[in-house]
């Protein structure tokens, strides 16, 4: 069994696309949240989501704040304009969608959130010391987090309860063991300095965990982002990865 695991997705339907395309045959999609948000297709990502196979999708903080469930003063005045944007432009079936999302799923082994266990629509887990606290917050043995676009990978030593942290490159498995929090990276707006869009294979019976990475046409959608008014800001950073 193959799952592909995306997060991220704000609103680039390129690189949703791409991504897709290149996971024909997985049997099952799990989204970790943030359909929307910077970028210029919010429709076309909540609607090509929704007809994913086996999916499981979560809600983002991005998603939570379209749907006025968390406050835009949370943002930061670029994220709020295309917050704002967003939600004038939004379906309202699309929406509705958005507000169906749920902010935690698990199973026997995974746990699913968008940020953190402990703090499912807001905290980075970003260093050791958060991911340390985070693993009292669930009790499957991984956890599976998006929320920092980052491609990391925080592994707790059982005897010393020291944790690890490791960004994934393309192409890099990992065997799964002990307890970990997992972050597939961003589909369509990674900041780890590569702009290539961002997923992982999970194989839950083998247990591994394999990044991957694939280019999309960047420039169109930097042009829609311009011809949306958007911040010119989040055309440029999708270039350069950040
Ligand atoms: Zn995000």
Same mark, same amino acid.
């Given at each position: +069994? ?13 690189? =949703? ?33 929704? +007809?994913?196979? @086996? ?14 469930? /968390? ?13 704002? *944007? ?14 169906? /999302?749920?902010? %935690? ?12 266990? %402990?703090?499912?629509? *807001? ?24 929320? $920092? ?10 005897? $010393? ?20 929090? /997992? @972050? ?6 990674? %900041?780890?300095? @590569? ?6 294979? =999970?194989?839950?019976?083998?247990? $591994? *965990? ?13 042009? %829609? ?16 990865? *950040?």
């Amino acid at each position: +069994m193959r799952i592909l695991v995306i997060s991220d997705i704000h609103a680039n339907f390129t690189a =949703l696309e791409a991504v897709i395309a290149a996971n024909a045959t997985v049997d099952a999609v799990w989204c970790l949240g943030d359909l929307v948000g910077y970028g210029p297709d919010p429709n076309e990502c909540i609607e090509r989501i929704q +007809m994913l196979p @086996n999916l499981t999708c979560l809600l983002g903080n991005h998603d939570a704040a379209v749907t006025d469930a /968390l406050d835009l003063e949370k943002f930061n005045h670029d994220a709020s304009v295309s917050i704002r *944007w967003t939600k004038s432009v939004l379906k309202q079936e699309n929406l509705e969608y958005l507000r169906s /999302l749920p902010e %935690r799923r698990s199973s026997s082994i995974f746990t699913l959130v968008h940020a953190s266990p %402990r703090s499912p629509i *807001w905290e980075y887990v970003l260093d050791p010391y958060t991911a340390l606290l985070n693993f009292a917050y669930f009790e499957t043995p991984f956890a599976l987090v998006g929320h $920092t676009h980052l491609p990391l990978v925080f592994s707790e030593d059982d005897s $010393t309860k020291q944790v690890k942290r490791v960004l994934v490159k393309s192409g890099e498995q990992v065997q799964l063991s002990g307890r970990q929090i /997992l @972050n597939p990276g961003s589909v369509g707006q990674p %900041r780890d300095h @590569n702009p290539q869009a961002s997923f992982a294979i =999970l194989d839950p019976e083998n247990l $591994t *965990w394999r990044i991957r990475r694939i280019e999309y046409d960047i420039p169109s959608v930097q042009s %829609r982002i311009i011809a949306a008014g958007l911040p010119e800001k989040h055309a440029h950073r999708l270039a350069e990865g *950040w």
